[in-house]
């Protein structure tokens, strides 16, 4: 009779501890999962070896967002092209030193500005991260693109690495 006794009291802390746990987990993760994301994306015509899916993506040091796809623009849009796309998931809360009611109308009004992303590089790691500034670009220097992007469209530009390697060429 003592038995059956302990056996329902561990199997009753067994089920306990479970069930705190999930409450726990819902809780903290109910904000991930109920954040919303803002998708934007860029495209490269050089490697981007380095960056990977869950990257950083910065502003002038600063996080707004992660690197949520690395594939083909030929893959995604069915178009003859080269380029590397990236999906970019930004955050709801950036500003990037405009204003505007949401988040895609503070980035529209950003990209008129002039916002650019390029690839850089932590140190000789290799890992990589995207970083976006204000840039003014020659309407030569634009990545040509042969379909309508499905997200907001930050223009890109050379690596500094890339930059270095054709001076050096």
Request: charged letters at 20%.
């Amino acid at each position: 009779m003592n038995q059956k006794a302990n056996y329902f009291k561990l199997g009753l802390f067994v089920i306990t501890a479970f069930g705190l746990a999930a409450v726990f987990l819902i809780v903290f993760g109910a904000g991930v999962l109920f954040k919303k994301e803002l998708l934007a994306e860029t495209c490269f015509n050089e490697s981007v070896q380095g960056l990977s899916i869950g990257s950083e993506v910065k502003y002038k040091g600063i996080k707004i967002g992660t690197v949520k796809e690395i594939t083909s623009a030929a893959q995604s849009y069915g178009t003859k092209s080269d380029y590397v796309l990236v999906i970019i998931s930004l955050e709801e809360d950036i500003s990037m030193g405009q204003t505007g009611k949401t988040a895609a109308e503070r980035i529209r009004n950003a990209i008129k500005d002039g916002l650019t992303a390029k690839l850089s590089f932590k140190g000789l790691t290799g890992a990589a991260y995207l970083e976006t500034d204000y840039v003014e670009i020659d309407q030569e220097q634009l990545l040509e693109l042969p379909w309508t992007p499905q997200n907001l469209y930050i223009p890109s530009r050379q690596s500094s690495m890339k930059q270095y390697g054709d001076a050096l060429n």
